[in-house]
């Protein structure tokens, strides 16, 4: 979320070729982050370790684990924090490469922290912290370096312009405010859950936004790309390129993201099973009721991308915020009617669709849109899509075992599924037709 606002000001900027302007935006954009970091250190190691340690149900047994797990966690948010500035000058450049094949490396360091705790005999909890600390340095450090060596504005210089840090500042200060909102939405809702029913359905909950976070970062990497393209159309003034971009992205994300999650949704117990052994309880119910969430908020991204590249996003993230924040108290008064803890994630797509529209207003009321247009052909076509794609592969589902060939089998139905029902409804004519002239010429090529 934070990438967002240096992204914005530092794409506008390459959008408007302006090199002096975008070299002071990169120095203030710095600064910025670096008070993030002063104040959210004090925040942490001050309200947050007091309410880890006295208002946290957690076994007393680990209690330092959890300390150590904490302040290892402190440290990796303070690198990534301070890493922004570069990550969002290399979306702003699409340097897409980069991001892949640092993106690549980070997974496999990340299994391997997988076999070193497999073999270790000290507290893994602590040693998994620990880790991945590490490899958050290492990643931040490697695109540091590549952002000094490629971009000539990645050089802090005591330039400040003042009207300029005031300008960010507010940006970042409403951007901020929206995604605490969403921090606090994330962990008040698991606090909860730890108040009513324990850490082992945290855990649950745990897993399934594991499950959802691998599978989301396919798609978020689709909308990163899309990111910089909208905010320079919009500098350059074109709007109607601009809107184009932001309907075809969501459309776009939403059918991307089905590929992905479909099979998961209709092999949920197989797939847990598969890969836990045992599965906590709820855990089926709520990745999920989280991956359909997850399907409502692909369809959002280029929506919110292209109101910040207005630059004004106060209304934006203050209306935005106050529909977040309501999952807790409703959440609240659900659980403690006695509700299942997976009730909390209905509450969540309610609210998720109460977002969608509220930011499709706000757009409009600020860049005037069709929004009949973008309910029918965005998402009315989306969701016609997923329940079109959806009835063979579950039907067929209910006849072939839950066995390793069979989830093959059914990942290759739902794909089959799915890519016929977008060629056929998803896709516009002009779409289809594109792509069956590149299909026909990579056919001819291959033949040649």
Not at 24 to 39: A, P, W
Not at 235 to 244: I, L, R
Not at 344 to 369: D, F, G, K
């Amino acid at each position: 979320g934070m990438i967002d606002v240096s992204q914005r000001f530092l794409t506008y900027e390459l959008g408007k070729n302006d090199g002096q302007q975008l070299q002071k935006v990169f120095s203030t954009s710095l600064i910025i982050h670096l008070i993030i970091i002063f104040f959210l250190l004090i925040l942490a190691e001050t309200v947050g370790l007091w309410f880890l340690n006295h208002k946290m149900n957690i076994p007393t047994s680990r209690i330092i684990a959890a300390n150590w797990v904490f302040q290892f966690s402190i440290l990796t948010f303070i690198i990534k924090i301070f890493s922004v500035p570069y990550n969002a000058s290399i979306v702003a450049h699409e340097h897409m490469k980069v991001y892949a094949y640092v993106s690549i490396l980070e997974v496999i360091l990340q299994l391997a922290i997988v076999f070193l705790l497999k073999g270790s005999a000290s507290d893994k909890l602590i040693l998994y912290a620990i880790l991945m600390s590490f490899v958050t340095l290492l990643i931040s450090i490697m695109y540091t370096l590549y952002c000094k060596k490629y971009f000539k504005e990645c050089k802090f210089r005591n330039d400040i312009d003042k009207q300029l840090l005031h300008k960010m500042l507010s940006f970042a200060g409403w951007s901020f405010l929206g995604n605490i909102g969403y921090s606090l939405k994330m962990q008040g809702i698991n606090i909860l859950i730890n108040l009513f029913f324990g850490p082992a359905v945290n855990a649950a909950r745990g897993v399934a936004y594991q499950v959802n976070a691998g599978i989301y970062n396919f798609v978020s990497n689709f909308q990163i790309a899309m990111k910089p393209q909208i905010t320079k159309r919009y500098a350059m003034g074109d709007t109607n390129s601009m809107m184009v971009l932001v309907h075809n992205s969501s459309r776009y994300s939403f059918f991307l993201l089905l590929y992905l999650t479909l099979p998961v949704l209709i092999k949920t117990p197989y797939i847990l099973h598969l890969w836990l052994g045992i599965v906590p309880e709820y855990t089926v119910m709520f990745l999920r009721l989280v991956l359909i969430v997850t399907l409502i908020n692909s369809i959002t991204g280029p929506v919110a991308t292209a109101i910040q590249a207005k630059g004004k996003i106060k209304l934006f993230q203050t209306i935005i915020l106050g529909i977040t924040l309501l999952d807790i108290p409703i959440s609240y008064i659900v659980l403690k009617s006695g509700y299942p803890p997976y009730t909390v994630m209905y509450i969540s797509i309610l609210t998720e669709l109460i977002a969608l529209i509220a930011r499709i207003w706000i757009l409009n009321a600020l860049i005037p849109m069709h929004i009949s247009n973008f309910i029918i052909e965005v998402i009315g076509r989306s969701l016609l899509v997923f329940i079109l794609a959806a009835i063979i592969p579950t039907g067929l589902s209910q006849y072939i075992p839950d066995t390793f060939t069979g989830f093959i089998l059914i990942c290759i139905i739902t794909v089959s599924s799915t890519t016929i029902v977008l060629l056929t409804v998803g896709l516009k004519t002009a779409e289809r037709s594109l792509i069956y002239k590149k299909a026909i010429r990579t056919i001819q090529t291959t033949k040649s």
